[in-house]
């Protein structure tokens, strides 16, 4: 009963999705895009009451999906008591008021329904500036198309955010405010690129993870770092970068930093707006690929991600594949290889392994040194705090003994003074 009463508070949504001969794989809809979809919408709060997808050659100009379905959209939106419907294609200003108008009730595409997410999930103030960016830069063309999705009012589905106010009212006000967000999130990657180098200045490698949404990225860092981050079964719960300092070896620490999840179709808006967090990928030494073994589609889902990290990293960056979940499907199932590991990151099975492969990955670049100086050296002091990881310093009688851990550069220059390799 309880259960009922909660549906009937829900925001009551029908699902629709084109599948056009004309399409890319990324723009269509298929069966599979379409259950992700539902999962969007319960993570956005909402139920859903039925699925249309519609086979055509090409979309219609005016409606989309035609004339014809359209009504049958609207009988379904009106037999289930829906109160919107949502498109898990990416439709026009054009589109969205043709099919408001024959349906009746509000009609979302699948990245306002992103986008609404987002606006949920931004705890920090740089998440709240980037969600509010991509959410303008989303609804800046679409002011003179889109009807009912901006004139209600209230806390529903689509209208978290700087959908709650008159956006049709003053273009010119909300350029100015996506002009300000831009210098705020500039501000907040100036003071990204100043910890970035203080990191470099000290040598520590930054080892970032990605993948896609709800693959267990924030239980991995949690588990690894005892982060202490929420890390819940739902789309997008991570938004806000966190980065913990993580011994590997000895020889070796690093900074592991969480990303925000990929998914498909993620809209280009929220790319842009969260360069500011995801640049940490171009900046990364070693990318950690988290991919839910478990997964029905993990090889589409493994193809997305490898899409932005093309995109986004610096080229010849390294990767390490880590088959998360390893525990729930047969050992065939996970391909092998030097840059693959299986991990459970809910249960820490394989962590030991995926040390060892960092450390395989990141340590033949780094050595952990003992060196004496004479003292005639002391401005290669400067230059090991400057650009080493300096971890002890004495000065004695044979000169200036320095523990360190330095790069193939400096370990080259420094090799006549070294006295013991750790």
């Known amino acids: 009963m309880e259960e009922i009463m909660e549906r009937k508070l829900q925001e009551r949504a029908v699902l629709v999705g084109l599948n056009a001969d004309c399409f890319t ?23 859903c009451t039925g699925k249309i997808l ?18 049958e959209v609207k009988m379904l939106v ?31 595409d699948r990245s306002a329904l992103i986008l609404d997410i987002f606006a949920q999930r931004a705890k920090t103030k740089e998440g709240r500036l980037q969600v509010e960016l991509a959410q303008y830069q989303y609804l800046l063309p679409r002011l003179s198309g889109m009807g009912k999705s901006l004139s209600r009012q209230g806390g529903g589905i689509g209208t978290r ?11 010119r006000h909300i350029r100015e405010r996506i002009n300000r967000l831009k210098d705020e999130l500039e501000q907040v990657r100036q003071v990204r690129s100043v910890q970035r180098e203080r990191r470099m200045k000290n040598s520590v490698p930054v080892v970032a993870i990605v993948g896609y949404t709800n693959v267990g ?12 981050i929420p890390a819940n079964n739902r789309l997008f719960d991570t938004l806000d970068t966190t980065s913990r300092q993580l011994t590997v070896s000895d020889n070796l620490d690093v900074i592991l930093s969480d990303t925000v999840g990929f998914i498909a179709k993620l809209p280009h808006h929220l790319v842009d707006a969260f360069r500011a967090t995801l640049e940490e990928l171009e900046y990364a030494d070693l990318l950690l690929h988290v991919i839910d073994a478990s997964d029905p589609n993990r090889e589409e889902h493994i193809e997305v991600v490898d899409r932005l990290i093309a995109k986004l990293a610096k080229p010849g960056t390294q990767v390490l594949r880590c088959y998360n979940k390893a525990d729930l499907v047969e050992a065939t199932d996970i391909p092998i290889g030097e840059d693959v590991v299986r991990i ?78 750790v």
């Not at 990225?217 to 202490?228: F, I, P, R, V, W």
């Open 25 to 47: 794989k990324a723009q269509t809809a298929t069966d599979e895009t379409l259950e992700e979809l539902e999962a969007l919408l319960e993570t956005a709060g909402g139920f």
């Open 54 to 71: 519609q086979n055509r050659h090409t979309p219609d100009s005016h409606s989309f999906i035609g004339e014809g379905k359209a009504q």
């Open 78 to 108: 009106e037999v289930t008591e829906s109160t919107m419907v949502v498109f898990d294609n990416e439709l026009s200003p054009g589109n969205i008021r043709a099919l408001e108008e024959i349906i009746g009730v509000t009609v979302l």
């Open 161 to 171: 955010g700087p959908g709650e106010t008159k956006l049709e009212s003053d273009r």
């Open 217 to 228: 990225k924030s239980t991995l860092l949690n588990q690894l770092t005892d982060a202490g």
């Open 344 to 421: 459970s990151a809910k249960h820490g099975y394989g962590t030991t392994e995926l040390l060892a492969a960092i450390e395989r990955t990141l340590g033949p670049t780094r050595h952990h040194v003992v060196v004496t100086l004479p003292y005639a050296m002391g401005g290669m002091l400067e230059t090991l705090h400057n650009n080493a990881q300096v971890l002890s310093t004495d000065y004695t009688g044979e000169g200036i003994v320095v523990e360190t851990v330095v790069d193939e550069i400096l370990y080259g220059r420094l090799k006549q003074y070294i006295t013991k390799e």
